[in-house]
């Protein structure tokens, strides 16, 4: 029985380590906040670097994508951030060149993930 609960202990481990590597928190103050048809663009000083698409990146920005089940929410909070200079904070995966979208005026934008998105004082 100990032998199967290291065994199970040691996978949660492993399993949370490889999805913990697949993201990156991503935060700044945003300074501009525009509507786009692809959803949110936030441009601020986010750290984009471990983003697979960096090196395509022309701003350093991300996109909410407007399917994102809370995106009224969230556009309530990037633009309470905006107005009062706090910081947004959000998961942008690393691993796949298609979690980042092309925005015309943009170049290609990482997305942020849908269920983590933070206003921080």
């Not at 706090?86 to 796949?96: C, Q, W």
């Amino acid at each position: 029985m100990r032998k199967f609960l290291l065994l199970a202990i040691s996978q949660l481990l492993f399993i949370s380590t490889v999805n913990a590597s697949t993201y990156i928190w991503s935060s700044a103050i945003p300074t501009q906040v525009h509507i786009v048809p692809e959803g949110l663009l936030l441009i601020g000083d986010f750290e984009n670097a471990g983003v697979n698409c960096a090196g395509a990146i022309t701003q350093a920005a991300i996109l909410l994508p407007k399917s994102d089940p809370g995106f009224e929410h969230k556009l309530s909070l990037a633009l309470t951030a905006n107005a009062a200079g706090k910081t947004i904070e959000t998961l942008v995966y690393t691993e796949a060149s298609s979690d980042c979208i092309q925005i015309s005026a943009s170049g290609y934008v990482p997305k942020a993930h849908y269920y983590y998105w933070r206003l921080k004082n």
